[in-house]
């Protein structure tokens, strides 16, 4: 049976390895932000970043992990608009 000890540690270790995703995708729409490619990497990006906060993600991404706000999901900013 899994205890949500275990259940809270698989989502830590999956969460991170989700944001060091989103850095090398951050870093490949960089390097090729004026090809076509670049609305795939936007797209990939955002839904990671969506599921991650469907994961419980609640931090502020490293500003090398960002994208520029008008490609973040508004998903993202809701987490630190305040009531």
């Known amino acids: 049976m899994t205890t949500t000890i275990e ?19 951050a870093a490949r729409w960089r390097s090729r932000q004026d090809k076509p490619e670049a609305a795939d990497i936007v797209r990939q990006y955002q839904a990671i970043l969506r599921c991650m906060i469907e994961l419980g993600y609640r931090d502020g991404l490293d500003p090398e992990t960002e994208l520029p706000d008008e490609l973040l999901p508004q998903e993202y900013f809701d987490l630190f608009r305040t009531a």
């Open 7 to 25: 259940i809270m540690s698989i989502h830590a270790s999956l969460l991170s390895e989700m944001e060091r995703t989103l850095s090398t995708l």
